[in-house]
């Protein structure tokens, strides 16, 4: 599309800005007025986008003169043409490189921001602000270049320097030269003067350009969007940026997840999980008055038969298994002995009167049990 041709345009209404209540700007515009641009900044702002198409597309360079066909009809633009057209002088300097080094340097501390000279090589934000702005107007108007215009190169420096120290440039011949590279096959020039060609295009005789359409008006530099364009800028400085505390980030603490075991230290002893056997429960009456038995070997003791006469007992029951258990039997005094290693007559009566207290009472609680005992044997 044509809007491509002037996306970074800037347009200049000098009746406007040379009013402002701002001496630094209409200093650097009278400055602009001087050097003989004001004809090509300021023309009317009138835009064939079609006529525009037509004419990049069939432009081409023959014996110093910029052809193409638009509309269906051939057009010339001369060098001479664009001076008459735009009031350029024709007269001074051709190369910026021919400016003398006395008034490049004198240029460098004229524009700087903090009273240093600025550097070449360095950023348009180490200049005033009036001159970041004749910056801009010099990258995006007049050399037309593409990418970062916040660097300062050699070439808009020059250009800086040639308006502010009122060096005579030849500025007819160094814009149709830009001219010419825009319409070169294999040139990295990007292509702009929209709104001059246009009015070159308005001007030939005979040509049907179809429909115009206005420039924008946010990109007419006035006294409105020049105050806006301070409001925006005027704050960007070496020395007011330096002020500014920079704010200190606090740490993000990072959620720890649930999932995730945490390690222990290193000189923690890692607690082991007790094994747990599944069995019956006791009650807490057995567990107290449980006998714990010794882990080491308990020698038997040996009971004497008594001589006293034992007493009457009931009839027993005759055993259904001849195997004899090995049982353990708890004396009077709360000793553990083997019925198996007593010896006389009295120990069997003994082992019958426990087996028979085992099968016909069925108690459960050690108490009773060692009671009954204790009872049968007297």
């Given at each position: ?13 000098f ?6 209540d701002n ?12 050097s ?8 009317p ?18 014996d110093?003169?910029?052809i ?11 060098e ?13 300097l ?6 003398p ?26 200049m ?18 593409t ?39 294999g ?23 179809g429909?115009s ?9 006035t ?12 704050k ?26 945490a390690f ?42 008594t ?36 010896v ?14 085992f099968?016909?009472?069925k ?16």
């Open positions: 599309m044509a809007s491509s041709y002037y996306t970074n345009t800037l347009h200049v209404s009746e406007s800005v040379l009013a402002m001496p630094g700007m209409v200093s650097m515009f009278k400055a602009l007025t001087t003989g641009l004001q004809g090509f900044l300021g023309c702002a009138v835009i064939y986008e079609a006529a525009l198409i037509d004419f990049f597309e069939n432009a081409l360079v023959r110093g003169v910029v193409s066909t638009v509309a269906g009809k051939l057009v010339e633009m001369s001479e043409l664009l001076a008459e057209t735009f009031e350029l002088p024709m007269e001074g051709t190369d910026l490189l021919d400016i080094k006395d008034l490049v340097f004198d240029a460098q501390s004229i524009v700087s921001f903090s009273g240093e000279p600025v550097s070449i090589s360095g950023k348009r934000k180490e005033k602000i009036e001159f970041r702005l004749l910056c801009d107007i010099m990258a995006k108007t007049i050399s037309v270049k990418g970062s215009f916040d660097a300062i190169t050699q070439e808009k420096f020059l250009m800086i320097a040639g308006i502010t120290c009122g060096v005579k440039v030849n500025w007819n011949r160094i814009l149709f030269n830009i001219l010419k590279d825009m319409v070169t096959p040139s990295r020039q990007a292509k702009g003067y929209a709104i001059q060609i246009s009015l070159l295009l308005e001007n030939a005789p005979n040509l049907e350009l429909d359409s206005e420039f924008p008006s946010s990109k007419i530099l006294e409105k969007t020049v105050h806006r364009y301070i409001s925006l800028n005027d960007v400085g070496g020395e007011e940026v330096a002020d500014v505390p920079r704010v200190k980030r606090t740490p993000v603490k990072r959620a720890v997840s649930k999932k995730r075991p222990a230290a290193v000189d923690e002893p890692v607690l082991k999980k007790k094994r747990t056997t599944k069995g019956n429960p006791v009650s807490s009456k057995d567990t107290l008055e449980m006998v714990v038995v010794a882990q080491e070997a308990v020698p038997l003791q040996m009971i004497a038969p001589t006293a006469a034992p007493t009457e007992q009931p009839p027993l029951p005759k055993r259904k298994s001849q195997k004899r258990k090995r049982r353990l039997v708890l004396s009077s005094e709360d000793e553990i002995v083997d019925s198996e290693a007593i006389g007559g009295t120990s069997v009566e003994q082992e019958l009167a426990v087996e028979h207290a099968e016909e009472q108690i459960d609680d050690v108490d009773d049990i060692i009671q009954q005992i204790l009872t049968d044997t007297a």
